[in-house]
C-alpha cells in the first residue's frame, strides 16, 4: 500500500472527522455554559436532587445537536474548501467563523447567567429594549452585573479557542488526490453533511420542527430553563421579537383615550344571578376539537353539516352559538382558551415564556380547591410550544403522543380520536377528585387521518375535512356513552370547544370573521335542568371562557382582565381575532378584517359610520391589549 494512498485516506478521515467534530464541539460548549450558569444560579436549584440537575445534561441533547447542526453550516462549507483547496486563508477563515460564532454566544451566555437571578427566564430580545435606553441600563445595572458578565463571557471564550485549537487541526499539505476526482467528492459531501445538518437542525423529518418543549423534562422551570439550549432560545426570542413589533403596523390609541372609549367594556355590572351549576365544585373535562369550524354544525349554522352526535348533544346541552377563535392555529387557540388571553397579530405568547408564565392560568385557580389538572393531546405537543406553555402553568400531568401505547395504530400526525378518547377515561379513572381533564383531540388537522378513511361521507367542497368531522364526531359520541357510566359521571361538566376555525363549504377564505366561528358547548348532570337545551347568543371568544366558569365556581375572575362572562346579561358584546398579517373586529352590528401590509379590508359588513367608529373601539382595545403585552 504506497503512501499517497494513505495520504488520501487520511485527508478523507480527517475531514468527515472534523464535520462530526463541529457538532460535538458546540455541545460541549453548551454544557459548559450550563455548568457556569448553575454555579452562579445555584440557590435556585436547591429543590432539586443533584440527579435531577444531571437530566438536564441528558434531556438537552436533541435541542443542542440541532443548534450546533445550524452553526456549523458555515464551517462546514470552509471544512469542505479546505480539502478542495487547503491553505492557510481558509484556515483561518474556518477559525474566524467559529470564533465570531462563539464570541455570540459567551455573550448570550454571560447575559443570561447574570439577567436570570432578575428575571427567572431565560435572556430574550428584551434586552435589546434596554440596550436601547443606556440610562437606564447604567442606573439599574449593579457593577458586580457587569464584572460577571465579563469574567463569565470571558471563561467561555478562553475554553472555546482552546477546544477549537485542540479539536480542529489542519495541515496545510499538498492535496494527493487530482482535481477531477476532489470536487466531485467535495460536491457530494458537501451535499450529504448539509442536508443531514439541516435534518438535524429541524430535530429530524416529522412534519414539526424541533421546539424548546422538546428539552423539558421536569416540572420545576428551572432545570427545564437550563436544560433548553440558551442560543436556540435566543434566536427563537429574537424572530419573535422582530415580528412582535406589530405595535407599528396598526393605529395605536393613547391609553387614556383608549380607556375612555371603552368606557362601556368596563363599567357595566358585573354581579348577575344567572347560576347553570348544581354545585359549585364540579369536576371539568375539557375537549379541545381540533378545527371543529361551527360551520359545519347544523346546530349552529343551519346549514347541513358533519356533526349529528354533536346537534344531539346540544339538545341536552347549554350552546353558545355566537363563539369566535381567538387566532388561526393550536396553540393561540389553547392560550386563549385556558388563560383568557385574546390574540394580537403575529404574536404568539405560548412562545415566549417570559411574558406566558406572568399571564394566570384556570387550573391555577383550581388548586387552591384541591383540584388537580391534566391535559393530553393525541399528537405532538412541541408544536407551538403548547406543552411547556401548560408546564409552565402548573399543570400537574402534561401527555402527549410520546405518552400513548405503543401498540396503538396511528395517522401521520396523531393517533385517532377514539383512542384519545379511551386513553382519556383511563386516566379519569385513575384520578381522585376533584378533577380538571383536558383531551385535545387530532384526527380532524391534515391529512386528515382516522381508520377507513377510504368510506367518506361527504361530497362535494372540503370533503376530506368534512369525513373527518364525520368520524370525529362520532368518536365523541362513544366517548360520551362510555362517560355515562363512569362513577365520575354525574359530577361532571364537559366544556367542549374547538381551538380554531376551518374551510367548510360554506365558509373557505381564512381572511373572513366567519372563518373563525366556533362551537362552545357546556354539557353534563351538574348542569340546571332549566339550561339544559337552552342557547346563549352572546357574542364572544375563546377567552371569555375562562371567565364565564370562574364566576360560576365562585373564583377570582377579575385577575383574568381580557375575559369576559358569557352568561353576564350586561357585559359587551365583541371579539377580537386575528388573520394572516392582520386581524379583525366582530360585533352585533357587523365585522371587518383588516390586513396590515395590504392596508385593505377582505371582510367589511359596517356601514362607513359604523366602521369609523368600530376601528376606533378596535384599535383602543389592541392598544390597552399591546402596552400590557410589551410591559410583561
Not at 539 to 557: C, E, H, K, P
Request: glycine letters at 6%.
Amino acid at each position: 500500500m504506497n503512501s499517497s494512498y494513505l495520504c488520501r485516506v487520511r485527508l478523507l478521515k480527517s475531514t468527515g472527522a472534523s464535520i462530526l467534530k463541529l457538532l460535538l464541539f458546540w455541545v460541549i460548549i453548551f454544557d459548559i455554559e450550563r455548568i457556569l450558569f448553575s454555579i452562579h444560579n445555584w440557590s435556585k436549584f436547591s429543590d432539586i436532587g443533584f440527579g435531577e440537575w444531571l437530566l438536564a445534561f441528558v434531556y438537552s441533547l436533541r435541542l443542542d445537536l440541532a443548534t450546533a447542526a445550524l452553526l456549523s453550516l458555515l464551517p462546514l462549507v470552509l471544512l469542505v474548501l479546505f480539502f478542495v483547496y487547503p491553505n492557510k486563508w481558509i484556515k483561518r477563515s474556518f477559525y474566524w467563523i467559529v470564533f465570531i460564532e462563539f464570541l455570540v454566544c459567551a455573550m448570550i451566555h454571560g447575559g443570561e447567567i447574570n439577567a436570570y437571578p432578575e428575571w427567572n427566564t431565560k435572556l430574550t430580545t428584551r434586552v435589546f429594549t434596554h440596550l436601547l435606553n443606556p440610562d437606564e441600563v447604567v442606573r439599574t445595572a449593579d457593577y458586580s452585573m457587569t464584572i460577571w458578565f465579563v469574567i463569565y463571557a470571558s471563561i467561555e471564550v478562553f475554553l472555546s479557542y482552546k477546544l477549537m485549537r485542540f479539536m480542529f487541526k489542519f495541515k496545510e499539505a499538498t492535496q494527493t488526490f487530482s482535481w477531477l476526482v476532489r470536487i466531485p467528492i467535495a460536491i457530494v459531501t458537501l451535499a450529504v453533511s448539509g442536508i443531514g445538518f439541516v435534518i438535524i437542525g429541524r430535530g429530524g423529518t416529522q412534519p414539526i420542527p424541533i421546539n424548546i418543549d422538546s428539552a423539558y423534562y421536569t416540572k420545576g422551570y428551572v432545570p427545564n430553563d437550563l436544560s433548553v439550549n440558551s442560543v436556540y432560545f435566543f434566536a427563537k426570542s429574537f424572530m419573535l421579537y422582530n415580528r412582535s413589533e406589530i405595535g407599528a403596523m396598526f393605529p395605536i390609541v393613547n391609553e387614556k383615550e383608549a380607556k375612555k372609549e371603552l368606557d362601556d367594556f368596563y363599567s357595566y355590572p358585573l354581579e348577575h344571578d344567572r347560576k347553570i351549576f348544581t354545585t359549585d365544585r364540579p369536576n371539568i373535562v375539557f375537549i379541545i376539537m381540533e378545527s371543529w369550524t361551527a360551520n359545519a354544525i347544523s346546530s349552529i349554522s343551519g346549514q347541513p353539516g358533519a356533526t349529528p352526535y354533536f346537534d344531539r348533544l346540544a339538545r341536552k346541552g347549554l350552546l353558545f352559538t355566537n363563539i369566535y377563535s381567538t387566532g388561526g392555529t393550536s396553540e393561540i387557540g389553547n392560550s386563549s382558551i385556558f388563560s383568557g388571553y385574546p390574540a394580537l397579530p403575529e404574536i404568539s405568547i405560548s412562545m415566549q415564556p417570559d411574558k406566558h408564565r406572568k399571564i394566570p392560568s384556570f387550573n391555577q385557580d383550581l388548586k387552591k380547591w384541591g383540584y388537580t389538572s391534566h391535559y393530553i393531546f393525541s399528537g405532538d405537543l412541541k408544536y407551538g410550544n403548547i406543552g411547556s406553555f401548560f408546564t409552565d402553568h402548573g399543570f400537574d400531568v402534561v401527555e402527549d403522543e410520546n405518552d400513548f401505547p405503543n401498540n396503538l395504530q396511528r395517522g401521520k400526525l396523531n393517533y385517532y380520536d377514539e383512542d384519545l378518547y379511551d386513553l382519556l377515561i383511563q386516566k379519569i379513572n385513575n384520578t381522585k377528585g376533584p378533577f380538571m381533564h383536558c383531551a385535545f383531540t387530532g384526527s380532524t388537522h391534515s391529512p386528515y387521518d382516522y381508520p377507513n378513511r377510504g368510506t367518506q361521507k361527504w361530497k362535494g367542497s372540503e370533503a376530506d375535512f368534512m369525513s373527518s368531522m364525520f368520524y370525529a364526531d362520532k368518536c365523541l359520541d362513544d366517548f360520551m356513552a362510555k362517560c355515562k357510566k363512569q362513577k365520575w359521571y354525574k359530577n361532571t361538566i364537559f366544556v367542549m370547544v374547538a381551538d380554531h376555525g376551518h374551510a367548510s363549504p360554506n365558509v373557505t377564505d381564512p381572511n373572513l370573521g366567519a372563518y373563525f366561528h366556533v362551537p362552545l358547548l357546556i354539557f353534563g348532570e351538574p348542569l340546571k335542568k332549566e339550561y339544559r337545551g337552552e342557547t346563549i347568543e352572546t357574542l364572544g371568544s375563546q377567552a371569555d371562557i375562562v371567565r364565564t366558569l370562574l364566576y360560576q365556581m365562585g373564583g377570582d375572575y377579575k385577575r383574568y382582565t381580557w375575559s369576559k362572562d358569557l352568561l353576564n346579561p350586561n357585559c359587551p358584546q365583541f371579539a377580537l381575532h386575528t388573520i394572516n398579517r392582520g386581524f379583525g373586529w366582530i360585533t352585533e352590528k357587523g365585522n371587518f378584517s383588516f390586513h396590515m401590509d395590504a392596508k385593505n379590508y377582505p371582510d367589511q359588513t359596517y356601514s362607513k359610520k359604523a366602521l369609523k367608529k368600530e376601528e376606533k373601539r378596535c384599535h383602543s382595545y389592541m392598544s390597552l391589549i399591546y402596552k400590557e403585552y410589551k410591559e410583561l
